[in-house]
């Protein structure tokens, strides 16, 4: 399975980016999707996830900026930031389990329930 992601950048705060992410490789029916971030010096954390039953769920921080969507077909995922902020500076992953039955509520939760990773995309939000 891999994970490709595109879309990072370097912008100003209040500017928006795309990400995107293919999936290829897997043949599950069932999978689940989300995108978490690493900033220097932090731990990963979840900023949007889409669970087994499509039930989507984002970090607390992310809310209302950030909408996670997946394309027409189900192995592209995108991650639409608007209104970006200098601490959402960070690493961007793409990360997917396949198969997967995973309810999620809540918020994003740990990294390490995710076993498939993309290798990352930088944003960088400047002043």
């Known amino acids: 399975v891999q994970l490709q992601e595109s879309g990072g950048g370097s912008v100003r705060s209040g500017q928006s980016l795309r990400l995107s992410c293919l999936a290829s490789?897997?043949?599950?029916?069932?999978?689940?999707w989300g995108w978490y971030r690493q900033a220097p010096g932090k731990e990963r954390e979840g900023v949007a996830t889409i669970d087994s039953d499509g039930v989507i769920t984002y970090a607390a921080s992310v809310e209302d900026r950030f909408t996670i969507s997946q394309g027409k077909t189900e192995n592209t995922l995108y991650l639409q930031m608007n209104d970006l902020k200098l601490e959402d500076t960070a690493m961007y992953y793409c990360?997917?389990?396949?198969?997967?039955?995973?309810?999620?509520?809540?918020?994003?939760?740990?990294?390490?329930?995710?076993?498939?990773w993309g290798q990352g995309t930088q944003v960088t939000v400047s002043s």
């Open positions: 990360v997917a389990e396949f198969p997967c039955a995973m309810q999620i509520l809540g918020h994003p939760g740990p990294a390490k329930v995710w076993h498939y």
């Open positions: 490789g897997y043949t599950s029916t069932t999978s689940c």
